[in-house]
């Protein structure tokens, strides 16, 4: 594990050059809950990093670990029940043990964060306008008008009409798609150059959610931000991610580049994924091929590979390998794509036996 | 599994001894309105406006077949489920079941008809009474209706478990101890429970995991097939209603806006809210195999439903817009395959079908420009 | 806004009334003749002399009649009389008089209630401030040693009946140990200084017993508020700890907790019974208990009656103000 510095940016070996490594660096971050039941495994042994100007989709359905690792990022885990190991860095500066203090620096500022549920995300009893103003206020010098004035500027600059009169309105007053609006203003007050996106277009409508998607990525050409989008859909990941990290189990199990994984998947999980979604092009007379079986427990995780009680080509490792040895992350034929399985020749099967039903 | 199939055969063969009535669709809707008083803050409560939550609807549903509705939030799919099944009185309009209109019957005749429309809920953490076992949720329907004698009851449940693919022996828990994916199972077979005709699945999917919807939707194809049972499948989510339902119906702020089957409305939308819908629905295999489709994007919100834009109701958002889309709504008419309400109805595709179709488009795009709604 | 308040204005209204009516009802229709009190106060009573008062009283007319008095009296004043040549006059706004005192209750109730306003106000503003507080701490730290010591004292504290910690608070601060100045109340306007020293004992006593139900509910509403999602989100903008906490935990945990205080305010201002009682204070509680065992109806209705209508207007206040402290909320 690599040695975790106390709430500086200072330290032997200055790593606070974001030219040489890309500006969010996550490195074999392990995060677990102690509960009363035993120890929750959310997330291991995870890995990935993104460059400023690129986008990373992270995709993995509930309890894959994907909100946790990024929930992490910016250290919003309750200290006292949560254990973690790694090493994230944003811009340099060490997150994993850094202290409230450091924190609160980067928080808002060098990296911010936008939810799910832009309702119950924004404070209720504030408004809009106030809740920037106070994002703004916390890392930047000025009085209360000039804050007020950027708000507005931001308001603009996600595309709310009226600005200037919808400042003064409370959340409940928007609608749904112009409160993820007012989110991502409130996220991208400081300018940060990184984004994290959780699910943020989960609970909107699809023509809102396009619109939405078409934000963040303006917003990314804007400030040169890199982005991590969360989702369990498919269909976002292919439409903005640059990058794609498929999550199981708490693991990264696939790693590459968007329309790799998408085009040739070398995972089983990445497969089932495809097959069981329906899609408005594809052909209607065959069933959806749902993945058997339901996710993992966190706290009894499976022997070996995570995905193994769910997999239908297990057979077709020799040794039984699946059940016991979990697979190591590793490139496939492509030096940047990654998986984390045993098969020894996953194109091949993927070519003869799954293309059929997922393209 | 012969055994559960005696029960519902039984039911079906009183229904084939019934006179046939060939040619009248198993539900038929004309018309249907639904509006929901505003109440003022006034000192005395007077009525100052509606919600027009839906404003004259209609369209049918064949025997064993399934139309889908399909809209986003505040256009009225879910009302006008509820309404079908009586949860909600209309306003006015009419709801024939089986050739019998059921929209003004009171509670007691409206019992018999209860047997054959059924209701599947969204949200199956909230939809099932955490303080029932399973046994209770699934037999309570057949209880109320008296179609199974007592003793026979847990034989029933357990039948009915089996077939949605849960665990017989489960009757005895309580929803908390099932995951999302099951809990939809059990609201399943809570409404097969009385061999309905018709089934209203109100959203079935939307709030399971991904791999849990294709179980979930698979498992409703093969009960309609062997049960022969009719779906008004209601969502947002345009694939999985597109992979559903042979016949698809768009709502936009209470009316119906295009009603096709699956081709026509996919491939050659006439209506720019559906192809503005089909242009924001995320593609994965076109998005892997490359190239972009028609790329609309609607401005601002939807219009509030109190009210309404005059004539067209989408004409706010629409890019074809003239004068007159305010003074006229436009009515719903037949062209070719299927009826749009629109004044300047033309086909777009938006969608490919195959992979050439997608390539020809890579190439076209690069010459055409690009559709951006000011 | 406005049509609300009227509406709820008139609402209250009725309620008072059918209370003053079911109040009347109550007493004059109920076991106890107040002719057959007043009688044996006065001396020995024979059949005759009671039968005088009843006629005197009004008692012997039906129920509605003798209403129609009352409310009279309350708009213009009534003369009231308990025999032969014993009338005596009421004003308006007239409640009565009192049966034993001959005096009229609307000018005992002036006397009365500064004491209990005194005592309701400051003691209940005390444990609301310290229940909170408490509350606030064990959610902070919740799970930690501090949040179970809070909770289980809390639980133990809240076990002991009230008048007993009072009784003895009084019995050993006070009377045995003189730890605390004379109990009572003295009028704020002719010594503030006295006026306090004789109800420190009894707002500490208030403030400290009834803290614990504040502290259990305050803990609860804002542990479930630190558990929403805007917490999180205040977090990840870069807020201090505290910050979050007060400026966005507190400030919407608090609403149920004041709106819940509105309405306890209400029942302390209709009188704090065991209070008064115990710490000598002349209040509207220690007179209602009083008109109870002596039997002085007009005192006991009019007691009934000034409580009712603190908890109506309570009520009103309550949900105006909670429009207030939650902007989604509109009044309809």
Known sequence: MTEVLEGTQQGPQARSSSDTEPFLVVEDLTVQFPTHDGLVQAVSDLSYSVGLGETLGIVGESGSGKSVSSMAVLGLHDEKRTRMAGSIRIGGKEVVGAGDHTMRKIRGNDAAMIFQDPLTALHPFYTIGAQIVEAYRLHNEGNKRTAKRRAVEML???????????????????????????????????????????????????????????????????????????????????????????????????????????????????????????????????????????????????????????????????????????????????????????????????????????? | MSAPHDAVADSRAEDAAAPELSGVPLLEVKDLVKYFPVKSSGVLRRTIGQVQAVDGVSFTVDKGSSLGLVGESGCGKTTTGRVITRLYDPTSGTIMFEGNEIGQLNRKQMMPYRRQIQLIFQDPYSSLNPRHTVGTIVGTPMQVHQTVPKNKMLTRVQELLETVGLNPEHYNRYPSEFSGGQRQRIGIARALALNPKLIVADEPVSALDVSIQAQVVNLLQDLQKQFDIAFLFIAHDLAIVRHFCPRIAVMYLGKIVEVGDRDSIYLTPHHP????????????????????????????????????????RFRTRCWKAQEICAQEEPPLLQIGGREVACHFAEAMQVVAATEGDIAAQVEDDDRAPKLEVG | MFGYILRRLVAAVLVVVVISMIVFALFFLGPSNPAAVICNANGRCTPERQATLEHALGLDQSVIPQYGEFVKGVFVGRTISVGPGADYDCSAPCLGISFRSKLEITELLKDKYPATVSLAVVGGSLYLLIGSTLGILAAKYRGSATDRI??????VFSSIPYYLVALLAWLFLYNEYRLFPETGYFAVTDNPVKWASGLLLPWLVLGFAQSPQYARFGRGSMVETLSEDFIRTASAKGLPRNKVLFKHGLRAAIVPIVTIFGLDMAFLLAGTVFTEEIFDIDGIGAWGLDGIRLLDFPVIAATVLVGAIFVVVANLIVDIAYSFLDPRVRLA
Not at chain 1, 208 to 223: G, N, T
Not at chain 1, 260 to 266: A, G, Y
Not at chain 2, 282 to 296: F, L, S, T, W
């Open chain 2, 273 to 312: 809210y559906t192809q503005a819908l089909l242009s924001s629905a995320p593609d994965v295999r076109q998005a892997a195999i490359g190239g972009r489709r028609e790329r609309i994007r609607l401005e601002g919100d939807v219009p509030s439903p109190v009210n309404p834009p005059s004539g067209c």
């Open chain 3, 150 to 155: 809070l909770v289980s004292s809390s639980l």
């Open chain 1, 156 to 359: 603009d600059l996600v595309g709310i009409p009226q600005p200037d009169r919808r400042v003064d309105d409370f959340p409940h007053q928007f609608s749904g798609g112009m409160r993820q609006r007012a989110m991502i203003a409130m996220a991208m007050v400081n300018n940060p150059k990184l984004l994290i996106a959780d699910e943020p277009t989960t609970a909107l409508d699809v023509t809102v959610q396009a619109q939405i998607l078409d934000l963040i990525q303006k917003m990314q050409k804007e400030f040169g931000s890199a982005v991590v989008m969360i989702t369990h859909d498919l269909g976002v990941i292919a439409e903005i991610a640059d990058e794609v990290l498929v999550m199981y189990g708490g693991r990264a199990v696939e790693k590459g580049s968007c329309k790799q994984i998408l085009t040739h998947p070398e995972m089983p999980y990445t497969w089932g994924l495809l097959g069981s979604i329906a899609d408005v092009t594809g052909d209607t007379s065959k069933p959806l091929v749902p993945i058997p079986g339901t996710p993992p427990s966190l706290l009894n995780p499976p022997t070996g590979c995570a995905f193994h009680p769910r997999c239908v080509h297990k057979d077709k490792v020799p040794d039984g390998r699946c059940n016991s040895e979990l697979p190591e992350l590793r490139p496939g034929i492509y030096a940047n794509h990654l998986t984390r399985c045993h098969l020894p020749d996953p194109d091949a099967i993927y070519e003869s036996e799954v293309k059929e039903v997922v393209m």
